[in-house]
């Protein structure tokens, strides 16, 4: 397979040197789509201060491979990150870096989860020099969070990991996204870097070697694959940041993230609701007629098997009607 590499280079002259006023990028063009985004959980927060960046697939000369999500020291207090993402153009998928900057501007529209649903970042914020987290989209772990608050995520949910073309996300930028971009902002910190390269040289994160499915999908620190890491869960399922961030965070997640995970639940709920209900009903129903109906049989001489049909034939109606009652109980179950 050929590919097509073009390195372009921004530099300003009055900028500080990590800092610039226009993107600094290192542009990858390929002719194939980059794959889906697979599923993983968040590793736990390492310590304060620090902000998730979520994990992605980069291009090299052996393919496509996975950099992991990481946790990363913003290069300066009030810079968030602006993910990067792959943009068809034509035949062709451009990627475009990304940066840090006091806003964030467009990554493609891309569900990075964890806080990036495809546009700007609910995972925190900044305020008087510190950052607050959002409870319902990170993994806090053991650490403890002073700055912490809980406002609820919902994510369309999508793992494509591509902006345009066919199959892709349809959004476009913002006046402001486009701005974030012009403005002041920074480029990935040497940790980040340092990242990359050893998720490049790691033959396990190719591509052709775990078909989607990354051994190391996400890190606490960046670089440290032999430490605590965890494994995606899966590849071309819904990516579940609310699901994975609940069950890691004792949060959702999503997605609290995502409503699907609550949907989900609410049958099992309104099944066992029933069950429970329907016994009582059953028990209800012990025949305490029945022996009227056995000692009518012997006034009349009846013969005895015809007694027996009688009450099978009266069970039926009592068991249908038993439920009735109890049915609008699953419907205002689910509304609570």
């Known amino acids: 397979m050929k ?35 697979p599923v993983y959980v968040q590793p ?5 201060g620090y902000l998730w960046t979520p994990g992605y697939w980069a291009w090299s000369d052996d393919g496509y491979y996975w950099v992991p999500g990481t946790w990363i020291l913003p290069p300066t207090p009030g810079y968030l990150w602006t993910p990067g993402y792959w943009g068809a153009d034509g035949a062709a998928f451009i990627w475009h870096e990304g940066y840090w900057g006091p806003t964030v501007g467009f990554y493609g529209g891309v569900n990075y989860g964890f806080g990036y649903g495809g546009i700007g970042f609910q995972g925190g ?18 650490v403890h969070i002073t700055n912490v608050y809980n406002r609820q995520v919902t994510y369309v949910s999508t793992h494509v990991s591509y902006n345009g073309g066919t199959g892709g996300t349809h959004a476009r930028p913002t006046a402001a996204q486009l701005a974030a ?8 910190t040497e940790a980040q ?15 052709n070697a775990n078909h989607g499915r990354p051994a190391i999908a996400a890190t606490a620190r960046a670089g440290d694959f032999s430490g605590t890491h965890v494994a995606a869960r899966g590849a071309g399922a819904a990516p579940r940041a609310s699901t994975a961030a609940r069950e ?42 029945a ?22 034939e009266q069970r039926p109606p009592e068991q249908r009607e038993a439920p009735h009652p109890e049915a609008p109980h699953p419907d205002e179950h689910e509304h609570h």
């Open 3 to 37: 590919s097509l590499t073009r390195i372009v280079l921004a530099a300003l002259l009055l900028a500080p040197p990590v800092l610039a006023s226009a993107q600094v990028s290192l542009d990858v063009s390929v002719n194939l789509a980059p794959p889906v985004l």
């Open 44 to 48: 736990a927060l390492p310590a304060v």
């Open 125 to 142: 914020y900044w305020r008087g020099g510190h950052l607050f987290y959002n409870r319902s989209v990170n993994n806090f772990g053991r």
């Open 181 to 188: 971009a012009r403005g002041p902002h920074a480029e990935a």
């Open 193 to 207: 870097r340092s990242h990359v390269a050893a998720a490049r040289g790691n033959e396990a994160l190719r591509y």
């Open 248 to 289: 890691v965070s004792g949060q959702r997640a999503e997605p609290a993230q995502h409503g699907t995970p609550a949907a989900r639940a609410a049958p099992e709920r309104r099944e066992s609701p029933m069950a429970q209900r329907a016994a009582p009903a059953q028990r209800e129903a012990p025949q305490r007629e």
């Open 291 to 312: 022996p009227a109906q056995r000692a009518a049989a012997p006034a009349r001489a009846a013969p005895a098997p015809r007694a027996a049909p009688a009450q099978r």
